[in-house]
């Protein structure tokens, strides 16, 4: 298989920096390759817009001499850069300072077995064939309502690439993966107000895309119901998180736990481990092994494995996100989360998107946020949002220019149910979210 | 040696290029029925260097190279990239990229004049202005006498990134630019622990020109002292405010709200489209009259400077606001052209594999008449926002979020106790109609802002004098 060739050659180059850092004075070294190939193609009032071709490389090395640590990187892959990429990176480890805790992964951590996850789907489409499919996906958004007034258009992308990691343990693996996606963007207007929304569906295997009318005629239902919002005013009441949101919550908590910031003593749950969270019925972990999910990979970032594990079981705190370096300074194990964490899912309760409005009873529904508003260091949270008004389950009226505030600590605390309305399409999967409690200001 | 020549010399030599290898590539775009081409030729050279717990944690380097080739008729623009500077490689670009016109037309022939513009910054590589032991020593000696500051500080990180960048701009007119560009920053977190609560503070800075500016007047030591104070600052913080209030902006960073409630609004492509809560509203009232903004990519040495822009326009000073009034927006070439004005020097990219579009350089508004003292004398109940972090715009609706850094209270004229985790909400389009005080103590920001957009990230620079808003939505948890 051609393929299988590009790999090989792409391995024999990861072997080359390898054996260059090792000549050239490296006591221990770390490289990574990647190629990707792709096609975007927007599509905008019926016609195309924008053909991009796409075609990057890159390469990237970390020399270690002793405790001390250089990195180096470069997009031209030839044999003279090769050796100029290796001298850069010996050239900072000489400066920096002696870390004892610096070096690579422990040899017994790294991965020894490559089971095939099902990443790599290549899509043969030419520019016309997704010109056609963009075209079709923003014609059922402009054609779903009168009030759907003009457009951003809609996208087609589909990427292929290889990555090759390996290190002087001897550690060296490459595979091949691909990612598709569809998008589209549309304009409403009613009166003075001018409403933009969007959806988009991303998968491994083009088949598993959602249809391109499907994303178009969301993305119009979705920007025609947010047409005339209004202001809240000041008040504290529940929170429900719509699954597309409530993935933001979760990436705070890895952030918390994540041990960059824990060894830093930044993390707002610093000393938690073994200790409750969440409250008692709320389970997350992490499911590196889902054959074509986005988030699979039998290794890290450093070749270490990943491993299907809690991360928090029964409210409580099992287990931080680290990487070799942080777990060192934590006297810890790397969890083999060196670049972040694989198919993080929290288990779903077990009402729909309705049946959790019905719970939310009367509150916000929040679909979209806005802003950095959140203190790693003390967990303090304050976004800027928009929604829905609820009252007794059912939609009242589209919300903005509101902002919902609270500390994450007390909101983990807080939640009081989890949907099952799964959002699959990012590396955090999780239903709806709602918190019994937070605080609204508005006019 | 003029940039022209020094580009070619970074950039074309080492391809063994000629100016006659892209006219062979512009020739074979122009083959095609395009009403605009352009090559993008680009090499970069970054470093960066991080000091934590007190050692020199590591040091990157990288090198990058590559071309971008577009064709654009209409609407409608064809793109292709590569980071082989090769001649058949970008003769295949641009094959690909022509096919995005279906029609031939007879060849048409460009032959490139060089053009040199008015340059606003200087040309040396910042990563050479001082020797790698001299950079270590620098960082060395703001770990320690930062951390002499307080004995709550805990923690201190310290970053310094260098940037040498040089392009080269080919376009269908025989216009042949080219620039280079140096950019430097250096940033200092701290970490303050007292009684068992912990906050953090930063401060940074920078500009285009090289590392040597950190010694000038201690620049460096005094990241290290603001940052210090920004932390024991909210050490002290109670829970902010919920609800409208009076909101007093601080100058400097804070300018922040003008590049997102308004200057993202004001990018030519949104407008040309109609997606823009400001679409269509030039020579309208959008602000009081107390308002004048500007884009101004001239500043010498600033962050968001750009002697031309990635097609090759020299930028400009774009009066956006006028004593209120919308006057225009901040153009590139194909919006310019399809809205029938003239490209503002705005159109930029991150890199040769991205497409330029509109964005914007140094933003700011003009000075006013007060005194930044008497503006917070005449607010009776409110908040003084003086730092922020970041900030977010829905350009369609016009909403704009930012967060606080370092809030104030304000009551009886006077500033009271510092807030934490304030976050601000409003309207663009109407938020410069309630600004009713302007400070005469304009202040463009140190040189640490990166804006967003289209997943494509840019150096620019913000600044206002201290601003009174009458009514923003603050959103804080005390209610």
Same mark, same amino acid.
């Given at each position: 298989m051609q393929n299988q060739d590009e790999i090989n050659r792409l391995t024999a180059l990861v072997q080359l920096l390898l054996d260059e850092a090792k000549e050239q004075g490296a006591s221990a070294a770390e490289a990574g390759l990647s190629i990707e190939n792709g096609l975007s193609v927007t599509a905008r009032m019926g016609d195309v817009e924008t053909i991009e071709h796409h075609c990057d490389q890159g390469l990237g090395v970390t020399v270690y001499i002793g405790q001390r640590k250089g990195s180096a990187s470069t997009n031209d892959l030839s044999e003279a850069s090769i050796k100029e990429t290796v001298t850069a990176a010996l050239s900072f480890a000489r400066y920096a300072s002696e870390d004892a805790y610096a070096g690579l992964p422990e040899a017994s951590w790294l991965a020894t077995e490559f089971p095939d996850l099902d990443l790599y789907h290549p899509w043969t489409l030419n520019a016309d064939q997704a010109i056609n499919m963009a075209i079709a996906c923003e014609d059922a958004a402009r054609s779903y309502h009168a009030d759907i007034t003009n457009s951003e258009g809609a996208s087609v992308n589909t990427h292929q690439g290889i990555r090759v990691l390996g290190n002087s343990l001897g550690f060296l693996h490459g595979y091949a993966s691909t990612r598709h996606s569809m998008s589209c963007s549309v304009l409403g207007q009613r009166g003075d107000s001018m409403q933009r929304d969007y959806w988009y569906s991303v998968a491994r295997d083009a088949a598993k895309l959602e249809s391109g009318p499907e994303i178009g005629r969301k993305a119009a239902e979705r920007t025609i119901r947010r047409l005339e919002g209004r202001k809240l005013s000041t008040r504290q009441c529940p929170v429900l998180y719509a699954a597309e949101v409530a993935s933001g919550l979760l990436g705070s908590l890895i952030g918390a736990i994540s041990g960059g910031n824990l060894y830093r003593k930044s993390s707002f749950l610093l000393d938690m481990l073994d200790q409750p969270i969440f409250p008692e019925f709320i389970h997350i972990h992490e499911q590196p092994y889902l054959p074509g999910a986005l988030g699979s990979a039998s290794f890290d970032a450093e070749g270490v494995v990943t491993r299907t594990r809690d991360i928090v079981a029964d409210g409580i705190l099992k287990s931080y996100v680290l990487g070799t370096y942080s777990a060192r300074k934590l006297g810890m194990q790397s969890t083999g989360n060196a670049g972040g964490v694989h198919n993080l899912t929290l288990d779903s309760g077990a009402d729909d998107f309705n049946g959790m409005l019905a719970r939310l009873g009367t509150g916000l529904l929040v679909t979209e946020l806005m802003g950095q508003g959140v203190n790693m260091v003390t967990g303090d949270y304050s976004r800027g949002a928009s929604g829905f008004w609820v009252e007794n389950g059912l939609i009242q009226y589209p919300v903005e220019e509101i902002t919902i505030a609270g500390n994450l600590k007390q909101m983990f605390k807080n939640i009081v149910a989890v949907g099952n309305d799964v959002d699959y399409r990012g590396n955090i999967r999780t239903g709806s979210l709602l918190i019994e409690r937070m605080s609204i200001a508005g006019e | 040696m003029d940039r022209l020549t020094q580009a070619r010399q970074s950039i074309l030599a080492p391809a063994g290029l000629q100016d006659s290898d892209i006219e062979k590539i512009m020739n074979s775009l122009l083959s095609a029925q395009v009403d605009a081409a352009d090559i993008y030729f680009q090499s970069s050279h970054f470093e960066s260097w991080v000091m934590e717990s007190g050692i020199i944690k590591e040091g990157s380097h990288s090198i990058e190279k590559g071309a971008g080739v577009r064709a654009v008729a209409g609407e409608k623009t064809g793109f292709a990239y590569s980071d082989r500077i090769e001649l058949p490689v970008l003769m295949e670009a641009a094959n690909n990229v022509k096919a995005i016109v279906r029609q031939g037309q007879e060849a048409r022939s460009a032959l490139f004049k060089p053009s040199h513009s008015q340059p606003y910054y200087g040309t040396s590589n910042p990563l050479k202005s001082l020797a790698d032991q001299q950079k270590v020593d620098l960082l060395r000696k703001v770990d320690s006498e930062t951390r002499k500051l307080d004995n709550r500080i805990e923690e201190v990180i310290i970053s310094l990134i260098g940037a040498h960048d040089s392009i080269l701009v080919a376009s269908q007119d025989g216009q042949l630019t080219a620039d280079i560009r140096p950019l430097v920053r250096m940033n200092v977190t701290v970490i303050v622990v007292q009684n068992g609560r912990r906050e953090q503070g930063s401060m940074g800075g920078g500009g285009?020109?090289?590392?040597?500016? /950190? /010694?000038d007047e201690d620049k460096a030591l005094d990241y290290g002292k603001e940052a210090v104070r920004l932390a024991l600052v909210n050490l002290e913080a109670v829970e902010a405010p919920a609800g409208n209030m009076t909101v007093v902006l601080g100058s400097g960073w804070p300018g922040i709200l003008l590049h997102e409630a308004i200057g993202h609004g004001l990018e030519g492509d949104f407008n040309r489209k109609g997606t823009s809560a400001f679409s269509g509203r030039v020579g309208e009232r959008v602000g009081s009259s107390l308002c004048t903004v500007v884009d101004d990519g001239t500043l010498p040495g600033r962050r968001g400077s750009l002697s031309i822009d990635d097609e090759g326009t020299p930028t400009e000073n774009t009066v956006l606001i006028e004593n209120g009034i919308l006057k225009g927006y901040m153009q590139d070439k194909l919006n310019a052209r399809l809205m029938g004005v003239s490209p503002t020097g705005n159109g930029r990219r991150e890199s040769y594999a991205h497409l330029p579009m509109p964005r914007m350089t140094n933003t700011y508004m003009l000075p006013g008449a007060h005194d930044a003292e008497e503006i917070i004398r005449s607010v009776e109940k409110g908040l003084f926002a003086k730092n922020f972090g970041g900030g977010q715009v829905d350009i369609t609706s016009g909403k704009f979020v930012f967060s606080a850094s370092e809030a104030y209270l304000i009551e009886n004229g006077k500033l009271t106790r510092p807030v934490k985790g304030a976050t601000l909400i409003g309207n663009g389009p109407d938020v410069l109609t309630r600004v009713s005080m302007v400070g005469n103590d304009l202040q463009l920001d140190s040189g640490v802002g990166t804006c967003g957009k289209d997943g494509q990230s840019v150096p620019v620079g913000v600044g206002q004098p201290t601003l009174k808003i009458d009514g923003l939505t603050v959103g804080g948890t005390s209610i």
């Open positions: - | 285009r020109c090289d590392y040597t500016m /950190f /010694f």
